[in-house]
């Protein structure tokens, strides 16, 4: 039999009115330089790019914003993430032909080396930034209350 005192800190719930709507809507996001979730976001883009020719940056923002409706990306996070990538890349293959960025006639651009090792690279970079969100959302989970974040 239950008891029927409320327990602290649990909230009983009753059946959904009829005609409630069951998505919630999320807010926009601001996209920020160094946030995985957003360097997430930039690379499975990127894993998706031409290779072996040179991508207007702009390009890539646009085409980040018109896929992420409900994010707004400008050029700094891309960069950002491009960096980073390239980064990775010179660490890993100690070559700087991998991924490229570069000034070209119309802004900035980067290319990325058409060879058979780099979709498996950046599916595994892609890969590592889902586990950062994953770790950054288990940690905001964690906390308390707000006095603690």
């Known amino acids: 039999m239950s008891d029927p005192r409320p327990i602290p800190g649990r909230l009983a719930l009753r059946p959904a009115p009829p005609g409630l709507p069951d998505a919630s809507p999320r ?7 160094g946030d995985p979730f957003a360097r997430y976001r930039v ?3 990127i894993a998706r790019i031409e290779r072996g020719r040179a991508v207007r940056l702009d390009d890539i923002v646009a085409a980040l ?3 992420e409706a409900d994010w707004l990306f400008d050029r700094a996070v891309v960069v ?3 960096v980073r990538l390239q980064a990775a890349w010179l660490s890993d293959y100690r ?3 991998g991924i490229v960025l570069d000034d070209g006639p119309y ?3 980067v290319a990325i080396e058409d060879t058979p090792r780099v979709d498996p ?4 970079r892609v890969a590592r930034e889902l586990d950062a969100c994953r770790e950054a959302l288990a940690a905001f989970s964690r906390i308390d209350h707000l006095g603690d974040a």
């Open 27 to 33: 807010p926009p996001v601001l996209a920020e330089a």
């Open 43 to 45: 690379l499975r883009l």
């Open 65 to 67: 914003n018109a896929a």
């Open 80 to 82: 950002d993430a491009l």
């Open 95 to 97: 070559t700087t032909t």
């Open 107 to 109: 802004g900035p651009t």
């Open 121 to 124: 690279w950046i599916v595994r």
